[in-house]
Each structure stands twice: as structure tokens, then as C-alpha cells.
């Protein structure tokens, strides 16, 4: 599925839990935490969060919707 597919009101769902996991990996990394659950990195956990965060801030702004 496209994410010009997804409705808008699932993006803003799906943007907020990810900035909740986001705030939790760095609070993380900033405590030593490395890895997690079966042993996968915290680091790589973040950085495909932000890459998600950006795709759908992305297709929030062409939609023209506001968000916080």
C-alpha cells in the first residue's frame, strides 16, 4: 500500500506513536542503551523512526493538513 493511500487520520495516528517511539530510543541511547528485545539495535530502531516521521510529515504537507 502507497501511503498516498493511508487515510489522513491514520498518518496523524501513526505520526504520534512514532514520535512517542522516538522520544523513547533517544531516552534510551541516552541512558546506554544499545539494544533491545531480541537484541536489535536502539540506534537503527531510531533512525528508521525519523526516516518514517519525514514520510509522513511529507505526505501530511502535500495534503495540506496541519499538524502539531
Known amino acids: 500500500m502507497s ?16 514520535e512517542i517511539d522516538i522520544q523513547v530510543c533517544t531516552m534510551a541511547l541516552e541512558q546506554g542503551v544499545e539494544r533491545y528485545g531480541t537484541g536489535k539495535s536502539v540506534a537503527y530502531r531510531l533512525n528508521a523512526n525519523c526516516q518514517i516521521r519525514d514520510q509522513i510529515k511529507a505526505e501530511l504537507a502535500r495534503r495540506e493538513v496541519v499538524h502539531a
Open 3 to 18: 501511503i498516498s493511500d493511508i487515510p489522513t487520520e491514520e498518518l496523524q495516528s501513526d505520526l504520534a506513536d512514532t
